[in-house]
């Protein structure tokens, strides 16, 4: 089976089964260069390309919740934003829900930024680009604050969930020369939803949460 079925069929499998779509860092590797440890630094300070043989990172996942334990191959094209979620007590929500909106000419993607635990990922598609968001500023990626919607999680009977409940919102932005916009998106789909909460055991003292945006992959 190609890659790209495998990866369709294991995702349709946890949707019929009501599972989470989960993945597990095997060794990835800086082609031709042998296996690496799948971290942080290998991520960021190994070039996404390499100027002199073009060559990418490349990260090799299991599907957790497939019964025939699948494997996968993704080769990193890009990362549009990447967050050191900070733990300490003196963190708090912001005032107002904040996404992350980046895209290009087929598509263009609104992704939630995590600021403290309890807390949620949320990604959907956009109909079309937002006004006065232009396509460079589309490729380079916006920080977006979502009007009228508090900063902290949306809970209903103890349960966090999506906050995003109707297809349009009003949303601002700093734009170009630093000037702040005003502007409405429409939802097209939601990709993907996830409360995220503490762990029951405490974190080591040195293991950071990463909130990494991968979905611009190229399947081997």
Same mark, same amino acid.
């Given at each position: 089976m190609k890659p790209k079925e495998a990866l369709r069929k294991y995702i349709d499998y946890c949707r019929s089964e009501k599972l989470d779509v *989960?993945? #597990? !860092? @095997?060794k990835s590797f800086y082609e031709d260069h042998g296996p690496t440890n799948p971290n942080l630094y290998n991520i960021l300070h190994l070039p996404v390309q390499d100027?002199?043989?073009? @060559?990418n990172i490349c990260l090799h996942l299991k599907? *957790?919740?497939?019964?025939?334990?699948?494997?996968?191959? *993704? @080769?990193? %094209?890009d990362i549009p934003r990447y967050q050191r979620l900070d733990l300490s007590t003196t963190v708090s929500y912001p005032a107002k829900q $904040?996404? +992350?909106?980046?895209?290009?000419?087929?598509?263009? /993607?609104? !992704?939630?930024?995590? !600021? $403290?635990?309890?807390d949620f990922q949320h990604t959907v598609t956009l109909a079309k680009r937002?006004? +006065? %968001?232009? #396509?460079?500023? %589309?490729? %380079?990626?916006?920080?977006?604050?979502?009007?009228? /919607? #508090?900063?902290?999680p949306l809970q209903? =009977?103890? $349960?966090?969930?999506?906050? *995003?409940?109707? !297809?349009?919102y009003e949303i601002s932005f700093k734009g170009e020369r630093s000037t702040t +916009?005003?502007?409405? /998106? =429409?939802? @097209?789909?939601?990709? /993907?939803?996830?409360?995220? +909460?503490?762990?029951v055991h405490e974190r080591e003292p040195d293991c950071v949460l990463i909130n990494m945006k991968f979905e611009r992959l190229k399947i081997l």
């Amino acid at each position: 089976m190609k890659p790209k079925e495998a990866l369709r069929k294991y995702i349709d499998y946890c949707r019929s089964e009501k599972l989470d779509v *989960l993945f #597990e !860092s @095997k060794k990835s590797f800086y082609e031709d260069h042998g296996p690496t440890n799948p971290n942080l630094y290998n991520i960021l300070h190994l070039p996404v390309q390499d100027k002199n043989n073009n @060559k990418n990172i490349c990260l090799h996942l299991k599907m *957790l919740n497939d019964p025939y334990e699948s494997e996968v191959t *993704l @080769k990193v %094209l890009d990362i549009p934003r990447y967050q050191r979620l900070d733990l300490s007590t003196t963190v708090s929500y912001p005032a107002k829900q $904040k996404y +992350f909106i980046y895209g290009d000419s087929t598509r263009t /993607i609104m !992704s939630h930024v995590i !600021s $403290k635990l309890p807390d949620f990922q949320h990604t959907v598609t956009l109909a079309k680009r937002p006004h +006065f %968001l232009t #396509e460079n500023m %589309l490729e %380079l990626g916006v920080m977006v604050e979502v009007e009228q /919607i #508090e900063g902290s999680p949306l809970q209903v =009977d103890g $349960k966090v969930i999506a906050p *995003l409940q109707r !297809s349009s919102y009003e949303i601002s932005f700093k734009g170009e020369r630093s000037t702040t +916009f005003h502007t409405s /998106i =429409d939802i @097209k789909d939601e990709m /993907i939803f996830n409360a995220v +909460f503490l762990p029951v055991h405490e974190r080591e003292p040195d293991c950071v949460l990463i909130n990494m945006k991968f979905e611009r992959l190229k399947i081997l």
